[in-house]
């Protein structure tokens, strides 16, 4: 899927935000920056957002102090930064965000590696003015070598990765995946940056959901944003062995309702559960299905698949009423915070520029199904 290399265009300069938290990834937190650095269309900068760990960060530091002379070299520089935050996800990428100074703010997992034209594709979906935020395809790198013959499809968002049941191609899609994603920088003017008490926060509960509650806020502040996902703009997501196992399958689902929960109070019930609506009354029962007759075929797995489907439906609505409760109990939990503009933070704001003649039409936007 990828080229080995672009024509030289003009276009947004991009910063790379990596966001870790513990020296048990070292390797990969390198390997994820080492591919930042080898992409087709170079980035300006890639900031390290180390959460509250100052073992780690003193390390990176040190290892990262000729970053300069790498940048000069044309693998763009590597700044390493301290969460500025409270601990957690959302946190780290508000601190990567004011910091940056691209046009475009691209997010990476430090248990991810990029493919070479990672950027190439994020940078095309800006050619379109009206374009707000461009995600894309998250592969899973099964720590066993391979799928559990249990584990379906439709439910690898609980990886970190993109599931059966998204659009392929270039769609229009109402939340994109945070950890494979860019946004341009004036969306954060618009919207605030990512709200701190959604998501993954240093506590042991595996929640998400940020992304989404961002993104949904973002449309509802300029109803005229285009968010896409672009298949082309690949990367390759590392799972550990113990989320191979039902037990983790199990916990995240359950957390992945929990989060629904705050971002269906933060949006609206409606908005906040459109997607997740047509995933479960088309795609699930589809996949159902699909474990039956391959069980009907003696095809490995297919009765523990369609189990695991109806296991994860039902742990994640346990998990939403649960978080329905609470959040109704105890109020907002959760605090969406207001970055600097542009200017501010030190960065420039992208000129508008005219679509290019062959951008693809955007799609119907019920044709997401992002979780």
């Not at 998501?199 to 993104?215: A, N, V």
Request: charged share 25%.
């Amino acid at each position: 899927m990828s080229t080995d290399a672009h024509p030289s265009t003009p276009g947004p300069a991009l910063s790379v935000v990596v966001c870790a938290y513990t020296e048990d990834r070292w390797d990969d937190i390198l390997a994820a920056v080492a591919s930042v650095r080898d992409q087709s269309r170079p980035a300006l900068e890639t900031l390290l957002v180390v959460d509250h760990n100052p073992a780690l960060l003193d390390r990176l530091t040190r290892h990262y102090e000729n970053g300069d002379r790498a940048a000069a070299a044309g693998g763009g520089a590597v700044r390493v930064l301290a969460n500025a935050g409270p601990r957690g996800l959302s946190a780290g990428r508000n601190t990567g965000i004011a910091a940056s100074r691209g046009e475009i703010v691209a997010f990476l997992d430090d248990d991810a590696v990029a493919e070479r034209d990672w950027l190439h594709w994020f940078a095309e979906g800006y050619r379109d003015p009206r374009v707000m935020a461009v995600g894309g395809r998250t592969v899973p790198v099964w720590a066993s070598g391979r799928r559990p013959a249990w584990f379906p499809d439709e439910f690898d968002w609980v990886v970190g990765c993109s599931y059966r049941g998204l659009p392929p191609g270039r769609v229009r899609v109402r939340n994109v995946l945070g950890g494979n994603a860019s946004f341009r920088r004036t969306a954060f003017d618009v919207a605030g940056g990512f709200a701190t008490g959604i998501g993954r926060d240093g506590d042991r509960r595996p929640l998400g959901g940020e992304e989404t509650e961002l993104c949904i806020r973002l449309s509802r502040a300029r109803p005229d944003a285009v968010l896409l996902v672009d298949d082309r703009a690949v990367i390759h997501h590392k799972v550990p062995e113990v989320r191979e196992h039902f037990a983790y399958f199990r916990t995240r689902t359950y957390a992945e309702g929990l989060s629904k929960a705050l971002v269906a109070r933060s949006v609206g019930a409606g908005k906040g559960l459109e997607s997740e609506r047509r995933y479960t009354t088309r795609v699930l029962p589809a996949g159902v299905a699909r474990g039956l007759r391959d069980q009907a075929l003696a095809r490995p797995g297919g009765a523990r698949r369609a189990g695991a489907i109806v296991t994860g439906v039902l742990t994640a609505a346990g998990g939403y009423v649960v978080g329905s409760v609470r959040a109704r109990r105890n109020g907002t939990t959760f605090k969406i915070v207001r970055l600097d503009s542009a200017a501010q933070a030190g960065g420039t704001e992208a000129p508008d520029a005219a679509p290019a003649p062959d951008a693809p039409p955007v799609t119907d936007p019920d044709r997401g199904a992002a979780v």
